[in-house]
């Protein structure tokens, strides 16, 4: 006989918004149960993992999909997601317990109080129905939750604080330091970046010691991962079930009554509660409620999928800055962030990659044919100097760029595989003409050589959007309190509910808003 | 008289008096400030504080064989601490073992060596206690076990184990660093009562002093002057700097009860206070452990296993190891480097050389994989995470043996039972079973022996 499953509140996902989510409740004393659809997947796996793998710039390659909850893989592809329209939206994203967060930059910037205002203040993309002083006090606690250090020294980055960051940052690498002595002296604002990563030990985690693979894994849990609230939901008493693919939510009238989640054998089970959180991310949640035609009374769902489009730039530097000390990122260029050039094309983040260019300069070495005595210095040469900067650009919601579930293209328990539609428009084009000439100039300043752009909006893995938040049910999926409009117990944990993207990574503001949804369900429960 | 002399020039040219910015005015404030000290030597926050912010308000737990002991609030605090103890009550309790109602306390509080100190030192720390703030915190009772949890059954462990009164000491001024060292040892910083193994009935063994004993899961080692078993290889200049940074590169790096030690105590002494300790320690009668061949720092050869695991393994979802080698790349490798030679530096301490690891006795070894590190000094604060939530005991068995085999004594094998019984904070004592089993005749001739020590103790007030 199957288990009866249920539970006060029903959290779907386990990345960092759900986890939170489920944390805080769970500690409150409210009964959670938490549905993953990966597996469960112990850190030094995953580090030894990335070591066996020969593609280590491909940061999905320690996570192998599995044949129940596909993600997205690239070293070999998998084509899980199956893109129309102009561009590929060739995100990343994992599906195992803990979350996305396994691998990334560990950047924990707040938003501009003008993000948060973009059609009132440039007419372009949307307003939140919050404004950042909202939001502020739950910026903090989402800093204090992860474990963010970062500049504590007066820096500005443009976002007010009420409190110092909970870290010190970390030092600069050389490289670092010196991009932030020479463009600061010309006229770039350059800063360091607040990342959810240990400076000094915290929460029990150690500080970071620069293995320089936080996007692959941190092998230290030195960098925050949602693995971290997984684990204290379960110690405060939350349950979760890993490999529980979530593929249906049963209604009852206007209220959600239940989902129901196949298990690897494809065998279905239900799951009744009070509450229900959808935490699984901007792709797969609109794709689980567009399958079961719930919460989409304004035709929204699925909609506005945003990311920040990149470009890049890479140069052979005229003097040795041994990119790769440290963690693989540490300095931000904020000065194009805002400004009222915004109403006209994209404000965006410049970001240095601290990412060791090992490989990268062997793999050109090579090409050079070159062997032996002179092979090594070349690699020694290009691994001193080889810089690359990325940048990240503010996207416009539009209801065109969408995802929906596939009629054609089932995984492996027969649910659906995403369908994603999306281009990128003048307003970060012309933008991106913008930051090619700051590139072009930072390439000047430090001598470069083989200067080389990246035109080709790489993604960044921002899945924003597809439930975006706001007053009016007609034009919106979530109210200010991240509530679907159509259904009182059913909420939405995550960047999908944010209406714009700003021109940072957008982990510290979905977890605020997982903390803030998180207080509205503990006076719920 | 001369020892209180000789020990407040001691306290004056202390740091922690040079911390002090602005001394309190007459004798009053010496007092204090020499009680400080010496509160310090002799680690009373350890137990006596459960909460940082609450210095000193009690409630530290602490785990016995027969159950959890809470230390007290000593805070001045009338109504939970010892705001109400008489200078007669404290000297009494430090002297004699006897709480202020008269009932004698368990020797978790270590009387055995307090009772040693001078009543001058002794009165200087209750000065110093009381000139703190009261803190209002009730200590939590004591659930021991019967018989453990009947007070008298005390009196007959004190007859067996507990010698009242101060050191013996040749009082020559030739002997003052020995005899400085001494005090600090064997009263202060009660050094025996986690380094000297115990008998059967839990009084300090004292044929085996300071040879090395086991606490809570945790091996305190042998630092008699033995060039193989203890700490006769050790420079002075590697002792002192061990005492009070808790890491002494090729040698060994402070974890558990004395991290504590050193963090809360040992490294505020004084220059002198260091290096009489050391003197004293070096005149200790060594002992040696025949199986000892080589000092437990002399351990242990690179690891060259991360080249052939490159490329074997498939990249998986799986959570059980291929072999030990992978569970050491995986989860120790990152910060202790492939060779686990640690980091230059010695911030990440290497594993060779390393007296937890180059032992036969493994327990530090499986305690710290488990429970890791927090060492807070001058030099930082030295942190590890533990893995007791990450890995199950067979796969730190798997780990540890590989760590043994590979940087220590290869003659050291744990298993999966070892490992559990480490989680529960070691290996249960004996005591309880056997009282257990002749748990009648045991009460009988403690109630006897109480009789006769009440008696005896009657006529000799009288």
Known sequence: MKEALSAEVVVVGSGVAGALVAHQLAQAGVSVLILEAGPRIERWRIVENFRNSPAKDDFMAPYPSTRQAPHPQYTPPNDYLIFKGTHKYNSQYIRAVGGTTWHWAASTWRFLPNDFRMQTLYGVGRDWPISYDELEPFYYRAEVELGVSGPNDGTDLGSPRRQPYPMDHLPLSYMDQRFFEVLNSKGFKVVPEPVARNSRAYDQRPSCCGNNNCMPICPIAAMYSGIIHVEKAEKAGARLIANAVVYRIELDGKRVAAVHYKDPQGVSHRVTGKQFVLAANGIETPKLMLMSEVGNSSGQVGRNLMDHPGTGVTFQ??????????????????????????SDYAG?????????????????????????????????????????????????????????????????????????????????????????????????????????????????????????????????????????????????????????????????????????LADLLRGKA | MKLAAALLALALASPVQAQQAAPLPGSASDQILRGQYLATAADCIACHTVDEKKPFAGGYPIATPFGTIYGPNITPDKETGIGNWSDEEFVRALHEGIGKHGEHLYPAFPYTAFSKMTRDDVLAIKAYLFSLPPIVQKTPPNPLSFPFNQRAILAGWKLFNFQPGKLQQDD?????????????????????????????????????????????????????????????????????????????????????GMAEAIEHSLRHLSEDDLKALVRYLRSVPPIHDSLDSKPRFAMGKPATDEVELRGVAAISVSNSATSAAELFSGNCASCHAASGAGSSDGTYPSLMNNSAVGTRDPSNLVMVILQGVSRQTAEGHAFMPGFAGRLDDAQVASLANYMLGQFGDERSKVDAGFVARQRAGGPPSPLPKLMAAGAFAMVAAVLALLAWWWHKRRTHTA
């Open chain 1, 317 to 342: 530097a005229d003097e040795d800055l041994w990119p790769g000390r440290g963690p693989m990122e540490l300095t931000s260029i904020v000065d194009m962030r805002d400004g009222a050039f915004r």
């Open chain 2, 172 to 256: 020559s001024p030739a002997n003052a660093v020995l005899r400085r060292g001494a005090y600090l040892a064997e009263a202060l910083a009660h050094c025996q009562e986690c380094h000297t193994p115990r008998n059967l009935t839990m009084g300090l063994d004292k044929k085996l002093a300071y040879g090395g004993a086991n606490v809570a899961g945790w091996k305190a080692y042998n630092i008699t002057p033995d060039p193989m078993s203890g700490i006769g290889a050790w420079t002075d200049a590697e002792l002192m700097q061990y005492l009070r940074t808790g890491m002494v590169k090729g040698k060994a790096s402070a974890a558990g």
């Open chain 1, 348 to 516: 965006k983040k410049l970001h240095l990659n601290n990412m060791a260019q090992t490989g990268s300069a062997t793999r050109m070495a090579l090409h050079l044919g070159l062997v032996g005595r002179k092979l090594n210095e070349e690699i020694r040469r290009r691994a001193a100097r080889t810089v690359n900067f990325n940048s990240f650009h503010d996207i416009l919601p539009d209801p065109a760029n969408r995802i929906v579930p596939s009629r054609e293209h089932k995984d492996g328990l027969g649910i659906a595989r995403p369908e994603i539609t999306y281009a990128i428009g003048d307003y970060v084009k012309k933008s991106a003409v913008h930051t090619r000439a700051a590139y072009a100039r930072i390439a000047h300043l430090f001598g470069g050589t083989e200067v080389k752009f990246d035109d080709d909006f790489a993604p960044n893995n921002h899945i924003m959007g597809t439930l975006i938040m706001g007053q009016d049910p007609k034009t919106s999926v979530v109210d200010a309190d991240c509530r679907t409009h159509d259904h009182e117990n059913l909420f939405i944990a995550g960047s999908a509910v944010m209406p714009t993207a700003g021109t940072v990574n957008c982990t510290l503001t979905l977890a605020a808003l997982a903390l803030r």
